[in-house]
């Protein structure tokens, strides 16, 4: 019986995908027989287009300096001790993490800032 559910499920699996990507067929020709139904041009609509990603090194950069930064605040804090390395020991170190979490956000929103004008 485990083998018939087996089965069903990849029988499953390839209708719908191959259901979907018929569907997907059918709409696509109808829209195009539609387009030169009212003479439009169907090259331009279906051109490539240019991707231009470009990778957020900036922002990526002010994250982990902000995490860093973070970070290397909670140890001074620890090893100063005192009063912040009590309090950092009684909250079985989360003082670290919220740090890095502060830090790390507020440097993607200087990042952010700074790299507003160049979008413009």
Do not use: C
């Not at 696509?28 to 139904?37: D, S």
């Not at 830090?103 to 790299?115: C, E, K, N, P, T």
Request: no cysteine; proline share 2%; aromatic share 16%.
């Amino acid at each position: 019986m485990q083998n018939f559910d087996l089965v069903l499920v990849w029988l499953g699996f390839f209708s719908s995908v191959f259901l979907g990507w018929y569907y997907f067929l059918q709409a696509r020709n109808k829209e195009r027989m539609a387009l030169i139904e009212r003479d439009k041009d169907v090259s331009e609509i279906y051109a490539k287009r240019e991707i231009r990603f470009r990778f957020p090194w900036l922002k990526l950069g002010m994250l982990v300096t902000g995490i860093g930064f973070g970070f290397s605040l909670s140890l001074v804090l620890w090893v100063i001790g005192g009063e912040w390395g009590n309090f950092i020991d009684r909250t079985k170190g989360m003082v670290p993490i919220a740090l890095m979490i502060l830090f790390g956000g507020l440097s993607m929103v200087i990042a952010h800032y700074i790299d507003k004008p160049k979008n413009r």
